[in-house]
Nanobody, 122 residues
């Protein structure tokens, strides 16, 4: 069974840091694109960052550029999101998912997990 599990969320102060982890079971990340997403109650889920395991290319949404860093660990079959200089507007539930690129857009491939809550307090 393919499963992605997020962890590492918590409460941080404004300007603080958190490191999120996305661990896979049932498949290996080798040729996959893995994305991080976030969603606040009543709002649409939005893409935050993605990494292509095949060539290491990365993407960051404008609100997190320069503050968040995505990375992967082949040996642990995991992808991480280092979040620095946190802001109150980063408060959301964060999810990871595998993606594929078709035409001119990215699409998620797996079921959504439980996510991990990030709360930034001022």
């Amino acid at each position: 069974e393919v499963q992605l599990v997020e962890s590492g969320g918590g409460v941080a102060q404004v300007g603080g840091s958190l490191r999120l982890s996305c661990a896979a079971s049932g498949f290996t990340f080798d040729d996959y694109i893995i994305g991080w997403f976030r969603q606040a109650p009543g709002k649409a889920r939005e893409g935050v960052s993605r990494i292509s395991r095949s060539d290491g290319s990365t993407y960051y949404a404008d609100p997190v550029k320069g503050r968040f860093t995505i990375s992967s660990d082949n040996a642990k079959n995991a992808v991480y999101l280092q979040m620095n200089s946190l802001k109150p507007e980063d408060t959301d539930v964060y999810y990871c998912n595998s993606e594929y690129y078709l035409g001119s857009a990215y699409y998620t491939t797996g079921a959504w997990g439980q996510g991990t809550q990030v709360t930034v307090s001022s």
